[in-house]
């Protein structure tokens, strides 16, 4: 095919599919669609934008797939839950900020929206995963953010009141399932302060490395890791971190200390007006 029409382009195709499932999204999650099923029901609705075209034509060269589309869709997908996470108020501006997120921080938010630290089947979490470019393998063996029902309960303290004791009957089913870890279970000595491979710190991987030192009474270090990775100006930072404290159980010492270091920074979210200030950052 020597020509190939601008509107046939990635870019345009993928506008037209924001544009086009973004109010049946709203309506989904008015209707209380949640977890897996919401990321599933914007899948048809999203493919009308793709289907009508004979080709699409990728910017780095060559033809998107069917695959190819559907990795946009479900990340648009994940940043739609993540923004209604962030902020209930200004839910859609959060979706916009939302999009900044990165993929492991974003995997935990939608995560931890949906089964806190209870088990979560293994198809669902490869689901949620690959949504936000993913693997099990990278969440299990990488980042360390996920473990099995029975190694997490084996690295639960017996005062740790942030994480469930594992269910006995799941233990013994055999399910395949695993479980979030808890900010005091992630026990890499380079947590936060490098990222393998040498990628960027998952912002999750900071907060987590922040609420360690503060458990441990290091406040000197806690402010000196805030002012060298300059979260003290990151107002996605201080949303993630307000939307922290609102999924934790009240009372449990995960709360007690996001709500200790929210305070230490003197976090004040941005009005929901201010949508630009989402993104200054």
């Known amino acids: 095919m020597a020509f190939i029409a601008k509107r046939f382009w990635e870019s345009p195709v993928l506008?037209?599919?924001?544009d086009h499932i973004t109010q049946?999204?709203?309506?989904?999650?008015?209707?209380?669609?949640?977890g897996p099923d919401f990321v599933w029901a914007a899948?048809?609705?999203?493919?009308?934008?793709?289907?009508q075209y004979p080709v699409v034509k990728k910017e780095g060269g060559g033809f998107m797939t069917i695959g190819d589309f559907l990795i946009h869709v479900r990340r648009f997908v994940v940043d739609f839950v993540v923004g209604r996470v962030?902020?209930?108020e200004n839910a859609d501006g959060a979706s916009a900020a939302a999009e900044s997120l990165d993929a492991l921080?974003?995997?935990?938010?939608?995560?931890?929206?949906?089964f806190g630290f209870e088990p979560a089947p293994i198809?669902?979490?490869?689901?949620?995963?690959q949504s936000c470019g993913l693997s099990d393998r990278d969440l299990v063996q990488t980042w360390d953010l996920l473990a099995s029902p029975k190694t997490a309960a084996a690295q639960m303290s017996d005062d740790d009141e942030d994480a469930p004791e594992e269910?006995?009957?799941?233990?013994?089913?055999?399910?395949?399932?695993?479980?979030?870890?808890?900010?005091?279970?992630?026990?890499?000595?380079?947590?936060?302060?490098?990222?393998?491979?040498?990628?960027?710190?998952?912002?999750?991987?900071?907060?987590?490395?922040?609420?360690?030192?503060?458990?441990?009474?290091?406040?000197?270090d806690v402010d000196e890791y805030l002012d060298a990775n300059g979260l003290r100006q990151q107002e996605l930072f201080k949303r993630v971190l307000q939307a922290l404290i609102e999924l934790?159980?009240?009372?449990?010492?995960?709360?007690?200390?996001?709500?200790?270091?929210?305070?230490?920074?003197?976090?004040?979210?941005?009005?929901?007006?201010?949508?630009?200030?989402?993104l200054n950052f």
């Not at 006995?168 to 979030?180: E, F, H, N, P």
């Open 15 to 18: 506008a037209e599919m924001r």
């Open 24 to 34: 049946q999204l709203r309506d989904f999650w008015d209707a209380g669609i949640r």
């Open 43 to 51: 899948t048809g609705p999203a493919l009308q934008a793709f289907s």
């Open 86 to 88: 962030l902020s209930r």
């Open 105 to 114: 921080t974003a995997y935990y938010l939608l995560h931890r929206h949906d």
């Open 123 to 129: 198809g669902q979490v490869i689901l949620y995963g």
């Open 167 to 220: 269910d006995a009957d799941v233990a013994q089913s055999g399910g395949a399932t695993v479980k979030l870890k808890a900010w005091n279970q992630r026990k890499d000595k380079n947590l936060g302060y490098a990222a393998p491979g040498g990628r960027s710190i998952p912002l999750i991987d900071r907060i987590h490395r922040l609420m360690q030192l503060w458990k441990a009474g290091h406040v000197a």
């Open 248 to 278: 934790a159980v009240a009372s449990s010492e995960e709360r007690a200390v996001l709500e200790n270091l929210s305070n230490h920074i003197g976090v004040k979210i941005a009005k929901p007006e201010s949508k630009d200030l989402l």
